[in-house]
């Protein structure tokens, strides 16, 4: 247990942020897209996370919390689109909103999506021990 420290820094009070595979995009800092505004009330600037492979159950690793953004899903999608994980990775850099807010779609599902008007957008750091 982490008697030591205060529960925001502890790996076992970490909240959870869960990724489908393939797990790409987590070098340096980057940006997690969530539907709603829940995400944003959950982290803030500072806080740690632990980063799950959703199919496992795995921790791959753990990101300290940099910024976090709330608002309509294409405005964060225009806005922050083009740091997002994914993109990232895949060298996406022209029309980020578009690729963005099909990455969302085929994250959440179509009616998820639909029914979602706001996106949470969560930067990212590695964390290298805790």
Same mark, same amino acid.
């Given at each position: ?29 980057f940006a997690t897209f ?8 959950? &982290? ?6 632990? *980063?799950? @492979? /959703?199919?496992?159950?795995?921790? !791959?690793?753990? +990101? ?31 029309? &980020? ?6 990455? *969302?779609? @085929? /994250?959440?599902?179509?009616?998820? !999506?639909?029914? +979602? ?14």
């Amino acid at each position: 247990m982490c008697a030591d420290f205060a529960a925001t820094e502890c790996r076992e009070f970490a909240p959870i942020l869960k990724f489908k595979p393939p797990l790409l995009g987590f070098e340096g800092n980057f940006a997690t897209f969530r539907l709603g505004a829940a995400w944003s009330r959950r &982290v803030a600037p500072g806080d740690t996370v632990a *980063l799950m @492979n /959703a199919k496992t159950g795995e921790i !791959f690793m753990y +990101a300290e919390v940099t910024a976090v953004y709330l608002g309509d899903k294409r405005e964060m999608a225009e806005l922050h689109g083009k740091n997002g994980h994914r993109l990232k990775a895949k060298g996406i850099v022209e029309n &980020v909103g578009e690729a963005m807010l099909k990455c *969302l779609k @085929n /994250a959440y599902g179509t009616r998820a !999506f639909n029914n +979602a008007s706001q996106a949470t957008v969560i930067y990212l750091r590695a964390v290298e021990n805790l």
